[in-house]
């Protein structure tokens, strides 16, 4: 599978948040986030996949259960394992992640 960039649709998710399914294939996925607006909100959740997040543009703060706050900007990544609460904020406009999962996230996948 390849996926062109400029041909992967834009997921919205909230009217602070985007998202793009940038590839998968067997059990890993790729999906850029874009957080359109600095938050307070963490967001948390858990789910039974494996994540890592890689920022690539603005500030985070991350929160993962059973551990202290971790702060990450560009080129910082955060490992996330199965079943953990987890969570992260943006702390300025428009900044973005990359997250990949295993294995995918078939809620992520739009229906034709």
Do not use: C, W
Request: without cysteine; negative net charge; aromatic residues 8%.
């Amino acid at each position: 599978m390849h996926v062109i960039y400029k041909d992967a649709k834009v997921q919205t998710t909230s009217e602070a948040m985007t998202r793009k399914v940038l590839a998968h294939q067997g059990n890993m996925m790729m999906v850029e986030v874009a957080f359109h607006k600095a938050s307070d909100d963490p967001g948390l959740h858990s789910h039974p996949h494996e994540q890592i997040a890689y920022v690539t543009k603005g500030r985070f703060e991350f929160l993962v259960e059973g551990r202290e706050n971790v702060f990450l900007g560009v080129g910082d990544s955060i490992y996330f394992e199965p079943n953990v609460v987890h969570g992260g904020k943006p702390l300025e406009d428009e900044s973005v992640l990359v997250d990949i999962f295993t294995p995918i996230r078939a809620d992520f996948l739009v229906k034709n």
